[in-house]
């Protein structure tokens, strides 16, 4: 019998493995436990319980002692892959890296040497402009108010539409303040929706959110130079990637979103993101290899440029190692946050790209990602 292949799932930013009953990987992780074991992940798929905002060490050590609990609860010599969404794939990057130093009493090492395969996905390796807005201290107000209105999504499929528009005119400011107790209203208002005892729980992860934000700085473009000079490559460890790209706005996105009142405020929301996304000098351009800019060709036709995007992290930034999937899809789409209302458990839409991403592209990012996963180093 096959020793078992453990595939951990790590959140990225402001992100959750659960949160009373609202699941960050939820479809994700139901897909993979459904194909996995036809493809030949014969183990355990678990969402890694991280620190939202903490810095990429913490993070990382938490991760750490996360793989340390699988090995330890499992038979010998059972392998395992990480698969990172967001600042969730440095997560995976740094606790692999040769020598690394985490703030845990895990041994790292061992920790390490039972990985066989890193993938992130949507992953700012080159960092994201949208960083710098959530560094000031309006950006932080806008981060306690985004992640309430993620939560309200996952419960309730929709925001009500006015903290659409209001959530977007909050991201039209660029960093610059709006209106006084405008952000915090907002978070109040959608946070009174919630039962007494869900609203307890996530002022419990607010909290967390509060007191340790050092992840914002370091997944700007300027921290990740830092971070990419000094995290380097295990030996044997296979590295992948799921880029992702949204449609420009325009027409074609609009017309895309549908008709929809709900959408078409989301859309406005997603327009403001895309914006704050774009801003990455052409300096960051990367190097690409022949490989991944095939794979890049095949999925959009063209290489894209330095300012396309996914509503959270330009898609050259997310390049790295094999590209093993590539989607016309937003940050969230990937991970199953899409318009799919007819799916049981139902895929809920957090924001109206225009992307066109359904279940079925779902379905074949994932596919690829677990045949990636399952293939022989």
């Known amino acids: 019998?096959?020793?078992p292949h453990h595939v951990l799932l790590v959140p990225g930013f402001f992100g959750f493995a659960n949160l009373n009953d609202f699941a960050y990987f939820g479809h994700v992780r139901d897909l993979l436990v459904e194909i996995g074991p036809g493809l030949g992940l014969e183990g355990e798929v678990r969402a890694v319980e991280t620190s939202p905002t903490a810095s990429l060490r913490k993070r990382a050590a938490l991760l750490a002692e996360a793989i340390h609990r699988v090995l330890d609860e499992g038979p010998p010599g059972a392998s395992v892959s990480l698969v990172g969404?967001?600042?969730?794939?440095?997560?995976?990057?740094?606790?692999?890296?040769?020598?690394?130093d985490l703030p845990t009493s895990a041994d790292v090492e061992r920790a390490a040497a039972a990985v066989r395969g890193v993938v992130c996905v949507a992953t700012p390796h080159l960092g994201t402009p949208v960083a710098?807005?959530?560094?000031?201290?309006?950006?932080?107000?806008?981060?306690?108010?985004?992640?309430?209105?993620?939560?309200y999504t996952l419960r309730a499929g929709r925001l009500p539409i006015r903290a659409v528009l209001r959530l977007a005119r909050l991201f039209r400011f660029g960093g610059d303040a709006p209106p006084n107790g405008m952000v915090e209203q907002l978070a109040r208002d959608l946070l009174a929706d919630f039962s007494r005892?869900?609203?307890?729980?996530?002022?419990?992860?607010?909290?967390s959110l509060g007191r340790d934000q050092d992840l914002l700085g370091q997944i700007t473009p300027g921290g990740m130079d830092v971070f990419n000079a000094a995290t380097g490559?295990?030996?044997?460890?296979?590295?992948?990637?799921?880029?992702?790209r949204a449609r420009a706005p325009g027409l074609r996105s609009v017309f895309s979103a549908g008709l929809d009142p709900y959408a078409q405020a989301t859309h406005a929301?997603?327009?403001?993101?895309?914006?704050?996304?774009?801003?990455?000098?052409?300096?960051r351009t990367p190097r690409l290899d022949r490989a991944q800019i095939v794979a890049l060709r095949r999925a959009y036709d063209h290489?894209?440029?330095?300012?396309?995007?996914?509503g959270m992290v330009p898609t050259l930034s997310q390049v790295r190692g094999t590209v093993v999937h590539a989607a016309w899809a937003d940050h969230h789409d990937v991970?199953?946050?899409?318009?799919?209302?007819?799916?049981?458990?139902?895929?809920?839409?957090?924001?109206?790209?225009?992307?066109?991403?359904?279940?079925?592209?779902?379905?074949?990012a994932w596919r690829d990602v677990a045949t990636w996963l399952a293939a022989p180093a």
Do not use: K
């Open 335 to 364: 991970i199953g946050h899409f318009n799919g209302p007819s799916h049981v458990p139902p895929h809920l839409d957090w924001l109206a790209s225009g992307t066109g991403f359904d279940r079925e592209g779902f379905t074949a």
């Open 132 to 151: 710098h807005l959530f560094n000031t201290l309006l950006g932080q107000q806008l981060l306690r108010t985004l992640s309430v209105a993620t939560i």
């Open 197 to 207: 005892p869900r609203r307890a729980v996530i002022e419990t992860f607010l909290e």
């Open 233 to 244: 490559e295990r030996p044997g460890v296979r590295y992948g990637c799921v880029v992702t």
């Open 85 to 100: 969404h967001s600042s969730g794939g440095l997560d995976a990057r740094l606790v692999v890296s040769p020598e690394v």
């Open 269 to 283: 929301l997603f327009v403001a993101l895309y914006r704050l996304a774009s801003r990455s000098p052409a300096a």
């Open 1 to 3: 019998m096959p020793s």
């Open 303 to 310: 290489r894209p440029d330095v300012r396309a995007n996914d």
